[in-house]
């Protein structure tokens, strides 16, 4: 007889997923499985296989963290992003509901178009302007037409010490280029991914296996750091710390107009998000973001520091 609740994560070693292995641990046994993960694999391109790893593991929580997430690709790919951002999200949230299981996804501020001028709530109009932001608001609405209990949790502009993010790119090109040329037109609120997942974790633990609960409190929710951002402010605080820490070719970080750095997808010009709603549920609220990107880069600087004194 199963007596431990499990908890089955997708996204692999994908940076909210890596995290989420670690936070969720203390309630549960979680199982997070990825294209290429042992002993349980799970490629949401083939949502045909989504279905039976379901009703294989029986988990008692589903938290997908998997996503199509290469905004100027999916503009190319739109049939691959349809199917990872839209399509499995679809299932997983039928193959909960055959197993009793309640689900929470990750979505994004893709969703809106950037036209507001305060942070969008969750009951704002969506309006995406791309493949991803479309795939992903396709999803959201698929789950929400399951029957399943759910979450949407939307969060932005993530980052973290593993995986591929806008800190570690720029921390790599300021030791290799002595300017840095960054767009100061784009707002938003760099969220760092570990913070998402002690939320997720703490959204969990208050919910637990409450069905009337988790019937209260089913729906879409903001989760983005406190404050905003431009990603020229973000990248000139990724650099001033960096380079207190380390030597670095990069003498200044300029900004730059969005027309300056074309790319095949239109990003959002403002896409600040609203939090009160987590926080009059939960009573969560996230660090502000320049806080948080201190801390992520201290542990950075910390785990240099070990490999280079053992």
């Not at 988990?59 to 790919?77: L, S």
């Not at 729906?219 to 402010?233: D, P, R």
Request: aromatic fraction near 8%.
């Amino acid at each position: 007889m199963k007596t431990e609740r499990r908890i089955l994560v997708l996204g692999g070693d994908g940076q909210v997923a890596w995290e989420l292995r670690r936070t969720l641990a203390t309630l549960g046994e979680v199982i997070a499985v990825g294209r290429r993960t042992e002993p349980y694999a799970l490629d949401l391109m083939q949502p045909e296989t989504i279905v039976p790893l379901v009703d294989q593991l029986r988990p008692d929580w589903i938290v997908n963290a998997a996503a199509y997430t290469a905004v100027d690709k999916a503009e190319q790919e739109p049939e691959i992003a349809a199917a990872v951002n839209a399509a499995a999200p679809g299932l997983l949230a039928e193959a909960a509901t055959r197993v009793g299981a309640q689900l929470v996804h990750f979505s994004t501020d893709y969703v809106f178009d950037g036209t507001a001028t305060e942070p969008y709530q969750e009951g704002d109009a969506p309006n995406p302007q791309g493949v991803y932001g479309r795939t992903k608001l396709d999803g959201e609405e698929a789950i929400a037409k399951s029957g399943c209990d759910w979450l949407v949790l939307r969060t932005a502009w993530v980052y973290g010490a593993r995986g591929g993010n806008f800190m570690r790119t720029m921390r790599r090109l300021a030791r290799e280029r002595e300017e840095l040329r960054v767009v100061a037109d784009q707002h938003g609120a760099p969220t760092w991914s570990r913070h998402i997942a002690e939320a997720t974790a703490q959204i969990l633990a208050q919910l637990g296996g409450d069905r009337a609960a988790w019937h209260r409190a089913c729906g879409v929710y903001h989760l983005t750091s406190a404050g905003t951002a431009t990603w020229h402010s973000f990248a000139s605080a990724i650099v001033e710390h960096q380079r207190r820490q380390e030597s670095i070719a990069c003498q200044r970080v300029t900004a730059i107009t969005t027309a300056d750095y074309p790319t095949p997808a239109k990003r959002p010009a403002y896409s600040v998000l609203d939090n009160d709603k987590l926080a009059a549920t939960f009573g969560l609220r996230l660090p502000d973001w320049q806080a948080a990107l201190a801390r992520v880069q201290e542990d950075i600087d910390a785990a240099a520091s070990s490999l280079r004194n053992p």
